[in-house]
């Protein structure tokens, strides 16, 4: 293990996400961090920092869990843990992400942060799921308790409960979010409403109900503020707190509308107000419409036409007073509309981009669930192919193969499978390319022929592709076990034909003296092998802070 400064140590989970990249980006100059993410760190767009080690997990999963908490064991102590990892769709079906994702996986967590003895856990729970009120309640403080109206609210209901009883371990702060946006907007609701209220639709000027349905919003600077905050305040805070992470009141649609459409036009354009006995059947007919193909699918959904002109009116003077915290009056979606009009103007195609990748989240990545597979069937797949290369005499191609020794072919398919692994991990083909060169110089160095190696990973890809479509739960997902097995092997095995084609005449006899050395081999090895693992470790596995990257051959 290496050594670090003293830094604290903050584990993020829900890295990759929106208000994870920010976190992350906002910490981690101060702190030494350790994401968690379903995704790689460069999939997720996040550069390099020597603070920042990255962890690649779904913390539903339960067969990483051990490997996971040895790896941040081995790192030293965690000081923090700030749990952001959850699912959430617009549907408000009982879908079972909700109970396996925010249920069962922030059980995991927990557990997680209770083995390795964080000093406090922070939790991300949402003002959504506390209940509307009509124009005339009263705000809705921290002590408020959540509904169970709907499967999102019962799982973070559920969340909230977990962490009470943990709070006997460690401090737990619950955080309820309120809709969190940024300058580039990236919250759905609020890109939709913009998307239509700025157009030229027919729709573009209606506004269900009288436009008084209402909930708050918090600017992403905000909320890290606030998270950091509840650090820096830690040693003073109760074992249990709830915090509401919003400013007093709420923002409602007319609100919105008016503001926005003034930005945009140069003055506010005149509603036209939808009663809401007429919201439903519209909803109902632009779903329909949307699923035959004969309009664009609407974001709206029969279950909204409930919370028209409804209110989430929100009191957080507890959480500022405690945290020492308020949100900015110029960080206000009333005043930061106009920011988020000119991203939306002046970088138009970015602006897309950010929004429609937040609604287009996948939930279950199958490049992850693929990788699960590879990792259970490696011994198979090894002996398989060992078996074949190794008895089957007919197979004369590999007749040179068949003359090692047997741990070094071991060894040397070892690692063309952790290429293999580490390339479906990360959805990074490039993987293959980087390190296939220098596995290709060792055969070239020990005499093989080009059609000998792209023979073996043939086989290779064949006897892969056969033991994952042979498996129930991985079904539906031949085409993605193509792309993400059979495309890499074949640029690997097209790398491995250019580079012999050009290896003769430019390979130097020192170079190829030093492609034999023993030593050599096994720091190519244990590299490969590092690769293929569920972490990235910045200091280890890195090169971008570099101008060449490390020779490994």
Request: hydrophobic residues 40%; neutral net charge; glycine residues 4%.
């Amino acid at each position: 293990m290496f050594k670090r400064d003293q830094k604290p140590t903050v584990i993020i989970t829900g890295a990759s996400g929106f208000v994870g990249k920010y976190l992350v980006d906002f910490l981690k100059d101060e702190y030494h961090i350790i994401g968690i993410a379903r995704r790689s760190r460069t999939e997720s767009g996040i550069t390099y920092h020597p603070n920042l080690d990255w962890v690649q997990w779904d913390v539903a999963n339960d067969k990483l869990f051990n490997q996971v908490l040895g790896y941040i064991i081995g790192k030293g102590r965690a000081d923090y843990l700030i749990h952001l990892a959850g699912y959430y769709n617009f549907d408000y079906s009982d879908n079972d992400e909700y109970e396996r994702t925010n249920v069962h996986g922030t059980k995991n967590i927990l557990e997680l942060a209770r083995k390795i003895n964080v000093r406090h856990f922070i939790f991300a729970s949402s003002l959504a799921a506390l209940k509307f009120v009509g124009s005339n309640g009263l705000p809705l403080s921290e002590k408020e308790k959540l509904i169970e109206d709907f499967a999102y609210a019962k799982s973070k209901k559920a969340g909230e409960e977990m962490c009470l009883e943990y709070s006997r371990h460690f401090k737990c702060s619950v955080v309820r979010f309120a809709a969190v946006f940024s300058d580039w907007c990236e919250y759905a609701p609020l890109y939709k409403f913009l998307e239509t209220w700025l157009s030229k639709r027919w729709e573009s000027r209606i506004l269900a109900g009288k436009g008084q349905s209402a909930v708050s919003y918090i600017h992403i600077n905000d909320l890290s503020k606030l998270l950091k905050s509840i650090i820096s305040h830690s040693a003073r805070l109760k074992d249990f707190e709830v915090f509401h992470a919003s400013p007093n009141g709420c923002t409602s649609h007319l609100d919105l509308f008016l503001i926005s459409t003034r930005d945009y036009f140069g003055s506010s354009l005149k509603p036209v107000f939808l009663p809401k006995f007429l919201a439903y059947p519209g909803i109902v007919a632009k779903n329909i419409l949307g699923k035959l193909g004969l309009m664009p699918v609407a974001f709206e959904r029969p279950w909204m036409v409930k919370y028209i002109d409804e209110k989430l009116n929100i009191d957080s003077t507890y959480t500022q007073m405690t945290l020492n915290w308020q949100p900015a009056p110029r960080l206000s979606v009333e005043r930061r509309l106009l920011y988020l009009l000119i991203n939306m103007k002046s970088h138009h195609q970015e602006w897309i981009m950010k929004n429609e990748e937040l609604i287009r989240r996948v939930t279950m990545r199958p490049n992850l669930k693929i990788y699960e597979y590879l990792l259970q069937l490696q011994d198979n797949i090894l002996d398989k192919l060992i078996k074949r290369v190794m008895t089957d005499q007919e197979a004369t191609i590999f007749e040179n193969f068949r003359r090692m020794d047997w741990r070094e072919f071991n060894s040397h398919i070892s690692q063309l499978y952790f290429l293999i692994m580490a390339s479906v991990r990360s959805s990074d083909r490039s993987i293959m390319i980087k390190y296939i060169e220098d596995l290709a110089l060792a055969h070239f160095a020990a005499g093989f022929t080009s059609e000998e190696v792209t023979s073996l990973l043939y086989l290779f890809n064949n006897i892969i592709i056969d033991e994952l479509t042979a498996i129930k739960e991985l079904s539906g997902f031949r085409q993605e076990i193509y792309d993400n097995i059979g495309l890499s092997i074949q640029l690997a095995i097209d790398e491995t034909e250019n580079i012999y084609e050009n290896l003769e005449e430019k390979l130097s006899p020192e170079k190829l003296a030093s492609l034999k050395s023993l030593k050599q081999r096994e720091i190519r090895k244990a590299f490969i092998e590092k690769l293929s693992t569920f972490y990235h470790d910045t200091e280890e596995n890195q090169t971008e802070n570099q101008s060449e990257p490390p020779t490994i051959l």
